[in-house]
């Protein structure tokens, strides 16, 4: 069993920057694919970063070269570096883990970009 933890949210002007953070406990490894993903108000969640054991990083959409996926292993930790913020990125952002598909979700965390 895995849990995940996301932090790092809140109210951002836009063109300003955020780092969110998913701190992973339980029966995680190195090897597992973490990702973020997004809910905006009434559409459905999608696929925003994601990272490999081996840290191969893929980026979907508008957020590629404004978002920045890492890991740290030691802290069990995975970030998204978010800058140049803009209103649509307002959002629930929620990161998910596992070894083939995504199991293991955190409970989410609110995004707002302020115009």
């Known amino acids: 069993q895995v849990q995940l933890v996301e932090s790092g949210g809140g109210l951002v002007q836009a063109g300003g920057s955020l780092r969110l953070a998913c701190t992973a406990s339980?029966?995680?490894?190195?090897?597992?694919?973490i990702a973020w993903y997004l809910q905006a108000p009434g559409k459905q969640r999608e696929l925003v970063a994601s990272?490999?054991?081996?840290?191969?990083?893929n980026y979907v959409g508008s957020v590629k070269g404004r978002f920045t996926i890492s890991r740290d292993n030691s802290k069990k930790t995975v970030y998204l570096q978010m800058i140049s913020l803009k209103p649509e990125d307002t959002a629930v952002y929620y990161c998910?883990?596992?070894?083939?598909?995504?199991?293991?979700w955190g409970q989410g965390i609110q995004v707002t970009v302020s115009s």
């Open positions: 998910a883990a596992g070894l083939f598909d995504y199991a293991d």
């Open positions: 990272i490999t054991g081996a840290d191969n990083t």
């Open positions: 339980g029966s995680i490894s190195s090897t597992y694919r």
